[in-house]
């Protein structure tokens, strides 16, 4: 068969065509008859369920438990906090009937739960021996953006683990803030090999209703970035706004310190973009339904190379064995799209001579492996895949940054695509202009950088050294 007929028609830098393709012939996304809303196949919520193995432990770990609240929210308490409802209000879906009967109040579906979890934590908090409470809920959130939406990047119904955090004093809020970030690093790192930067949204990007966003991005081959994981410090606005108080130890009444934190599905969407190729998917092993496939290669005698492909033994490693009676370069090309790392191949030779065909989906190295020594080798090959995805995205972010001193740089960066450094006066007219004069880039975050010169659009001394992309 063709490759066209099963693999990706499209090259990665044709990256529209090319993404679409990928996540449908590689068995991740199906489409739904509404717009923004997509089917995860099993193959991509397995991703989603190592992520939320991995950052699941690490939050009960350091304290956090997990609740679950409800889907609908009154369009009271949405309204509680004007700031937040103002930010949402044009994403916000809402339920205005059941049946032929009109709802007194509209109910509003989530597109984020401080409005129904502030009002129970205004219950539960009473003393500051109920402090800190630290509830984190894994849900599904509908923000029904006016924009094109794009799968596993931008939906209109997502999936996501959202944090919130109620404590006695700023510094503890502060530090929460800040770790809850460096675990979304972490997770990026650690599941996914891939940099992010680690910055503040502008107070014009930050979350609405909070104090300050800090924020993780990824700069993707597409020359776009990409808001990867957020944590807000939300000071004391919602702990106002929804009476949230409690007594300290000398009997006084004060208002608790608030976080909340997200990380959503829109992960498994730039892992794809980042390490993928033409050939079709590429992901870390780390996150793979499949680690490894086994490709028996037969002409008469299937069974009994078949027989000898499952006695290969891989430990713990997830293995498939692919029996199909296609041709092997059907299968080859079938296993590449999909991402497998790792591909054995084993025929009436390799059989001879106690030996398998490894070949990395990464690098498409081929070498010869004694059936002895396959499975430390395969455990072997499966981390360094992992650390050369990591490694390459790393090189990726450093050859496509450039330092930019003023605006006619800056423009003319944007213009070919790359990940601008420069500096920031802080006023909102200037990040404003920049946005304008770029064609729609913008300030992605402030780092935590000195700044040492002057702003890139009006010449007066800088505040902030700040990242400038285009973004989805």
């Not at 099993?42 to 939320?52: G, L, S, T």
């Not at 432990?57 to 309204?79: M, T």
């Not at 450039?402 to 909102?428: F, P, R, Y």
Request: proline share 3%; with cysteine.
């Amino acid at each position: 068969m063709k490759k066209k007929e099963i693999g990706i028609t499209a090259e990665k830098d044709e990256f529209s065509e090319w993404f679409v393709q990928l996540i449908q012939k590689a068995e991740l996304i199906e489409y739904s008859n509404v717009s923004g809303c997509y089917i995860l196949r099993p193959r991509c919520y397995f991703i989603w369920e190592q992520v939320m193995k991995y950052f699941d432990d690490k939050i009960k770990k350091d304290g956090v438990k997990n609740a679950y609240f409800p889907l609908l929210v009154s369009e009271s308490n949405l309204a509680k906090e004007k700031e937040h409802v103002e930010g949402f209000n044009p994403e916000v879906a809402w339920v205005t009937q059941t049946g032929n009967t009109k709802l007194k109040e509209r109910l509003a579906i989530r597109p984020t739960s401080e409005s129904s979890m502030y009002p129970a934590y205004a219950k539960w908090i009473r003393s500051w021996r109920d402090l800190p409470l630290r509830l984190n809920q894994w849900n599904n959130v509908v923000r029904w953006e006016f924009k094109n939406p794009i799968p596993l990047i931008r939906f209109r119904e997502f999936l996501w683990q959202e944090g919130h955090s109620a404590f006695a004093t700023e510094k503890e809020a502060i530090q929460e803030v800040e770790k809850i970030l460096d675990y979304y690093v972490d997770v990026y790192k650690d599941i996914f090999a891939i940099p992010v930067i680690k910055g503040v949204k502008t107070d014009k990007e930050k979350f609405a209703g909070a104090d300050k966003t800090l924020t993780t991005e990824v700069f993707l081959p597409s020359r776009k970035c990409a808001q990867a994981g957020t944590s807000h410090n939300l000071g004391q606005n919602f702990a106002k706004a929804f009476d949230i108080k409690f007594k300290d130890e000398n009997g006084k009444e004060r208002y608790v310190w608030q976080n909340s934190w997200g990380l959503s599905a829109r992960s498994i969407g730039i892992a794809i973009m980042m390490h993928s190729d033409s050939k079709g998917l590429v992901v870390s092993p780390k996150v793979a339904e499949t680690q490894v496939v086994i490709v028996p290669i037969y002409k008469k005698d299937k069974k009994q190379v078949v027989s000898e492909a499952k006695k290969i033994k891989l430990g713990k490693v997830r293995v498939e064995i692919d029996d199909r009676d296609v041709s092997p370069g059907f299968k080859f090309n079938d296993w590449e799209m999909k991402g497998i790392p790792i591909r054995l191949e084993l025929g009436p030779k390799d059989i001879k001579l106690k030996q398998v065909v490894l070949v990395r989906r990464d690098t498409g190295k081929k070498e010869f492996v004694k059936i002895k020594d396959v499975a430390k080798k395969v455990e072997k090959v499966l981390e360094d895949i992992h650390n050369n995805l990591y490694n390459k995205a790393k090189r990726h972010l450093k050859n496509n940054t450039v330092l930019a001193k003023n605006i006619s740089d800056v423009v003319k960066s944007i213009k070919n695509k790359k990940l601008v450094k420069t500096e920031w006066c802080g006023n909102q007219k200037c990040e404003d202009w920049i946005k304008t004069k770029t064609g729609g880039a913008k300030i992605i975050c402030k780092i935590n950088e000195k700044p040492k010169g002057k702003c890139c659009y009006c010449g007066k001394k800088s505040n902030s050294v700040v990242y400038i992309a285009k973004s989805y």
